[in-house]
């Protein structure tokens, strides 16, 4: 496993029409690419991951897994808007030598695709053989395979749709009111919207897993308890390790970005259409427990795309089961990839 940055000193223009004086890109590597350039596999990443996809997709990417660097080139880049080196909210203003934070301009996800195709061409990959996302990377995998069908050879997708749904910008838009009425926000400073981004995190987690999760884990064995419930001490936590590892103006823009994910969009708004123009190979995959991307959107992918295979997973873990499952997730894609 090797990290990388690559540093573009062209205008990259936006989506919106703003632009971006230079990006970074940072990414790994795992593996090598063979002569035929033929064993190129692309990790899109969700929400608050980061480039290094053996370690968050652990036992589906990784050493002795599926997606062993020992017999593919395998490549996962941080996402445009992100905080984990890529450029984002806390990344340099080259106009004004400060950190952009609430300057930073709105990203869509096809401005992300746009920056993984720059990364394509600086690493000379002429052909993907899988790409392959969950959740928010589903969605740069949908967008990349619509924008350059050439390119991308073999789809995986979990727990993702074709559009980002009302539920999901309901969501979202909880998200971001609580990081809002954190009266830091704004603030030109890293620490800005701390405590905005906690209680984010605890509206996410709620749709993340699921009532049968927090049952089963998170109820009190103690009934005669009237505070500090097991539930709320969880919650908290999870909040509290997200604050630690990531940044509020990421979080936000990132959210905002989820929104506007929708493969009609400048194509005619048709849904159907175009994902019935998406001719390669594509296995989907949803989670029976999932809350927040649900079973219906899979189905209806699966059902306009002309060369897709669905696979439904048991989990009780709802949305998290797509960074959870290994064991499913590696046989249902390696039983996939060895028909196709």
């Known amino acids: 496993m090797a990290r990388h940055i690559f540093n573009s000193d062209q205008a ?28 190129v596999i692309w990790v899109c990443h969700a929400l608050t991951a980061n480039a290094d996809a053996a370690d968050w997709w652990k036992g589906v990417v990784g050493d002795d897994t599926l997606i062993d660097p020992s017999r593919y080139f395998i490549v996962c880049a941080n996402i445009l808007g992100s905080c984990y080196g890529s450029t984002g909210p806390t990344s340099h203003n080259p106009a004004t030598g400060k950190p ?11 401005d992300m695709v746009q ?31 619509v924008m350059e069908p050439s390119v991308i050879q073999r789809l995986f997708l979990i727990a993702t749709s074709p559009s980002e749904s009302a539920w999901g910008v309901a969501v979202h838009t909880a998200q971001r009111l609580a990081i809002e009425a954190d009266d830091t926000w704004n603030h030109h400073s890293p620490e800005a919207g701390a ?14 897993r699921n009532y049968g999760t927090f049952q089963e884990r998170q109820t009190d064995p103690d009934p005669e308890k009237i505070d500090n419930f097991k539930a709320s001490s ?11 590892r990531f940044n509020a103006y ?15 969009r400048g194509r005619g708004g048709d849904l159907i259409s175009v994902l019935g ?20 959107e899979q189905r209806f992918m699966a059902e306009h795309m002309p060369d897709s295979t669905l696979v439904e997973i048991g989990s009780a873990y709802g949305h998290d089961g797509f960074i959870i499952e290994a064991r499913q997730i590696n046989k249902h894609l390696g039983e996939w990839l060895d028909k196709k």
């Open 100 to 110: 952009y934070y609430s300057d930073f301009p709105l990203v869509t996800i096809r």
């Open 277 to 296: 123009a998406i001719r390669q190979p594509v296995l989907i995959m949803g989670i029976s427990s999932d809350i927040l991307c649900p079973l219906d």
């Open 195 to 208: 405590r905005g981004l906690k209680a984010a995190r605890a509206i996410g987690m709620l749709t993340y």
């Open 234 to 244: 969880y919650i908290n936590y999870q909040g509290e390790k997200l604050v630690k």
């Open 12 to 39: 990259f223009i936006l989506e919106s029409g703003e632009k971006l004086p230079s990006v970074s890109i940072v990414y790994h590597t795992y593996g090598e690419l063979n002569a035929d350039k033929n064993n």
């Open 115 to 145: 920056a993984h195709r720059l990364l394509r061409r600086h690493l000379g990959i002429e052909a993907i053989y899988l790409l392959m996302g969950g959740s928010m990377g589903g969605y740069q995998a949908l967008e990349w395979s």
């Open 250 to 264: 990421s979080y936000w823009l990132l959210t905002k970005s989820m929104d506007s994910h929708h493969l009609g």
